[in-house]
């Protein structure tokens, strides 16, 4: 725990805090975005000109206006869904679901990278590991000590982007007029406690993803560009025909619950993850979804082991 203790301090430096604020105005510059997309999807349009349909002012004019405004009242019911779902959204206790699949797809990947980066990668572009090895001559346990809290500071990053939605959410919801949220604070509290939970084991694989690449690399920039590639080239084999869904990738959102399709476009996205993938097949069920979870579980493990295996054996004295 000491060695854990001495680990997390390393935290408090510029890097991890311009993280943590980079997040959190990524996050609030979002909901702003999405309640002023919400606002337009819950307002009726407005019928449009006869020089705007490029008609003459006779009849044909009228009754293409006739249908627009027809066609226009028949979608409103589902844009002004979209509206109330985007306020539960942007609710104080809604936030926590909207930071979760944030950090839990590619803005996470980033935040992860670049703290894996300067907390481990770092060690060797510092020439600092050295030090610590002869503080602590036990590998294993100075590396668990480093992937153990740079998932905690992940984790304190996530909690932050929730806080700070909690507290622009409601003023973006206010600001825009968006109608009232139909879910109650209970509902909204289980669903981002649920996701905040999820997004716990994804981010425990992209730590240790980003301690294999930082051991590896021995270097920040490299870390960085590790993970990048990684992810994005998992991201590509999702899409292939007949390999998505044995992927990585795939496991995250079916885990996640990220929408799919057309889901996963809405006034204010709850992930970058989805949209890059293919939506194949049907909706995977619990079983299916429990076993991808401890797929990602196993290859959470094994990254550990891998890196633990290749930092045993490299040499520090360099």
């Known amino acids: 725990m000491r060695l854990l203790h ?3 301090r390393k935290f408090n430096r510029p890097l991890f805090w311009f ?3 980079g997040f959190a105005l990524f996050a609030v510059v979002l909901a702003v975005g999405g309640a002023s997309n919400a606002k337009q999807y819950a307002q009726l ?7 705007a349909l490029h008609l003459p002012a006779n009849l044909s004019c009228a009754e293409a206006q006739r249908t627009a405004k027809a066609r226009d009242a028949e ?3 589902a844009r002004f869904a979209a509206a109330v779902h985007t306020a539960e959204q942007l609710n104080p206790l809604g936030g926590g679901a909207q930071s979760a699949g944030l950090m839990a797809s590619l803005p996470g990947v980033l935040v992860v990278s670049l703290l894996a980066g300067g907390h481990v990668g770092g ?3 510092g020439h600092t590991i050295k030090s610590l090895l002869t503080q602590c001559g036990w590998r294993r346990r100075v590396l668990a000590a480093k992937a153990a809290s740079l998932w905690l500071a992940s984790v304190g990053v996530m909690a932050a982007g929730w806080a700070a939605l909690a507290v622009a959410g409601p003023l973006a919801v206010h600001w825009d007029g968006l109608p009232a ?4 604070l209970a509902s909204a509290l289980e669903h981002s406690s649920g996701q905040f939970a999820r997004a716990l084991l994804v981010l425990a694989l992209f730590a240790e993803v980003g301690v294999l690449a930082s051991v590896l690399t021995r270097s920040a920039i490299g870390t960085l560009g590790t993970c990048a590639g990684v992810f994005v080239g998992v991201l590509a084999t999702a899409s ?10 795939t496991w995250v959102q079916d885990w996640m619950g990220f929408g799919v399709g057309r889901a996963s476009i809405t006034a204010l996205p709850d992930n970058f993850w989805s949209r890059f993938i293919a939506a194949t097949g049907a909706e995977p069920s619990h079983l299916v979804t429990r076993l991808e979870a401890g797929a990602l579980a196993g290859l959470t493990v094994a990254c550990a082991w891998g890196a633990s295996t290749v930092f045993r054996r490299s040499d520090v004295t360099g």
Do not use: Y
């Not at 349009?45 to 020089?51: G, K």
């Not at 292939?240 to 990738?249: D, K, S, V, Y």
């Open 6 to 8: 001495a680990e997390l």
């Open 19 to 21: 993280a943590t604020l």
């Open 45 to 51: 349009a407005p019928v449009p000109s006869c020089s």
């Open 75 to 77: 979608t409103h019911p």
């Open 123 to 125: 060690e060797w572009s």
């Open 181 to 184: 949220a139909h879910q109650s």
């Open 240 to 249: 292939l025909q007949g390999l998505g869904r044995w992927t990585p990738a």
